[in-house]
């Protein structure tokens, strides 16, 4: 029978009264009970041992103590802050992971700035001028709509993307932003990605083609011969691309160190490789790749500016990101062995290569003829 603790006669109950710890006789698992009544709403905790319950309940006191005192500071308003705070907060949610969530963007960084560090690491990595440019303007025009991180929520971002225009600039933009949101997560700069709250389907995309657009063999061959007679210092940047389907952005960053003649080996360093999650040695590529490596040795890997590839894709009718689709339709076609082509694109997995590839392949010859394109 639980015991109380006793009260003078005539004494006024205090409403915030703290009972007794009692043992509940008929309770096989944790019998000993804290009894608390705190504004006429009743808690009991329970425990295995009575100095566990016992050392609960002086705790609380304690606890009941310090946040008097706490209270007791603060002014009438923020006291009234609190509880208009609490009043709101979403059904089953504390109020500090609400707060947490709400200010999970700022940062005493400004975009600006943080913006500026950004654009910097491009620069260093020797990417394209015009790709730069490109992440540049879009950073711009996003710091003219977000003067700090903590104007941004996911709804707003999405409202600033969407009057970006098309779905392709919608993409493009979204692409630049979002690399530059997890730059800012990885300085901590920001706890977290807006992207990571906007769902599936909130922004437009752009429709893509089921069909794989790819050189011909004759075209292929006219293309490296253009380059050979009149830009031949563009001519191992595209074999890269062509003959070895390495993607166009590590082409740009690509060096010479990254080649090993002797055992015809391409070490991809984890810094350049897309994704940046582990380093790639890649061999087995075919014989005319080193032909054309070995004959332009001396020119660097640098890709033309937008304004040439514009006027080389009219004169030789050049599909949009032609060379690693052309690499890997003739690799997948001369091998049939999906496993060995990943490896050497180093696609996620085999089953995103064979969806891909595997309604573009052509006739094992075609593609003997694709890797017998040699230099002149």
């Known amino acids: 029978m639980p015991l109380f603790i006793s009260m003078k006669q005539g004494q006024k109950k205090d409403p915030n009264r703290t009972r007794n710890v009692f043992k509940l006789n008929d309770r096989q698992s944790s019998p000993w009970v804290a009894d608390i009544t705190v504004n006429k709403k009743r808690t009991r905790r329970f425990f295995q041992k009575k100095k566990d319950a016992l050392d609960f309940l002086e705790n609380w006191k304690l606890a009941r103590k310090l946040e008097i005192s706490f209270f007791a500071l603060l002014s009438g308003e923020q006291r009234k802050d609190i509880k208009d705070a609490i009043a709101a907060l979403p059904e089953g949610k504390t109020l500090l992971e609400s707060v947490k969530r709400a200010w999970s963007f700022y940062s005493k960084t400004t975009i600006e700035s943080a913006k500026n560090a950004f654009v910097s690491t491009k620069e260093n990595l020797r990417l394209d001028d015009d790709y730069i440019k490109h992440v540049r303007t879009h950073l711009d025009k996003f710091n003219e709509a977000f003067k700090s991180f903590d104007e941004i ?13 098309s779905p392709k600039t919608v993409s493009h933009y979204k692409a630049s932003i979002s690399e530059f949101f997890k730059y800012c997560v990885q300085k901590e700069h920001i706890q977290s990605n807006p992207f990571d709250r906007i769902a599936a389907g909130e922004l437009p995309t752009a429709a893509k083609s089921g069909k794989i657009e790819f050189l011909s063999v004759d075209k292929a061959r006219a293309f490296m011969e253009y380059l050979e007679a009149n830009y031949p210092k563009y001519c191992r940047f595209y074999a890269l691309a062509l003959f070895a389907g390495v993607r166009i952005d590590e082409c740009e960053r690509f060096e010479d160190r990254f080649i090993d003649y002797n055992r015809r080996e391409i070490i991809f360093p984890k810094e350049m490789v897309k994704g940046g999650k582990k380093s790639w040695i890649v061999s087995a590529f075919e014989p005319n790749l080193w032909a054309w490596l070995e004959k332009y040795k001396d020119q660097p890997f640098k890709r033309p500016n937008n304004v040439m590839r514009t006027k080389w894709g009219k004169i030789l009718q050049l599909p949009k990101n032609f060379a690693r689709h052309t690499f890997s339709t003739y ?9 060995r082509t990943k490896n050497i694109t180093r696609h996620n997995t085999i089953r995103m290569l064979e969806d891909t590839y595997i309604g573009a392949l052509v006739r094992q010859e075609e593609a003997k003829a694709f890797f017998g394109i040699l230099p002149s």
């Open 331 to 339: 690799h997948f076609s001369l091998y049939r062995n999906a496993e």
């Open 153 to 165: 929520t996911p709804e707003k971002l999405v409202e600033f993307l969407k009057a970006r225009g």
